[in-house]
Nanobody, 122 residues
Framework: VQLQASGGGLVHAGGSLRLSCAASGRTFSSYVMGWLRQTPGKEREFVAA????????DYADSVKGRFTISRDNAKNTVYLQMNSLKPEDTAVYYC????????????????WGQGTLVTVSS
């Protein structure tokens, strides 16, 4: 599967952004999709995941209640709606795909797209 993330940018604290990730290749609905982020000098951090049908979701505590992950299998796209953004949300955001739910660690994904930079100014 090939993944292409978009939607990053510069936003003031308290603002919103929506990231999108378009997938191509094998059947999109056969993948669990996730968003992870990374800042310089830190390890990549799990943000959110959604299961194959979009019914089950999982969020990092740091974004719970502010971010919403969703998917549209007809459009082969996964989204991350980010509200009430904080400066500490500044990072490169990556979308990723895997075939299992809950078997491996939250950050363990075999398939990755390129990142999109989100910058939140204070």
């Amino acid at each position: 599967v090939q993944l292409q993330a978009s939607g990053g940018g510069l936003v003031h604290a308290g603002g919103s952004l929506r990231l999108s990730c378009a997938a191509s290749g094998r059947t999109f609905s056969s993948y669990v999709m996730g968003w992870l982020r990374q800042t310089p000098g830190k390890e990549r951090e799990f943000v959110a995941a959604v299961d194959w049908s979009g019914v089950r979701t999982d969020y990092a505590d740091s974004v719970k209640g502010r971010f919403t992950i969703s998917r549209d299998n007809a459009k082969n796209t996964v989204y991350l709606q980010m509200n009430s953004l904080k400066p500490e949300d500044t990072a490169v955001y990556y979308c990723a795909a895997r075939n299992d739910w809950g078997v491996r660690g939250r950050g363990q994904y075999p398939y990755w797209g390129q990142g999109t930079l989100v910058t939140v100014s204070s």
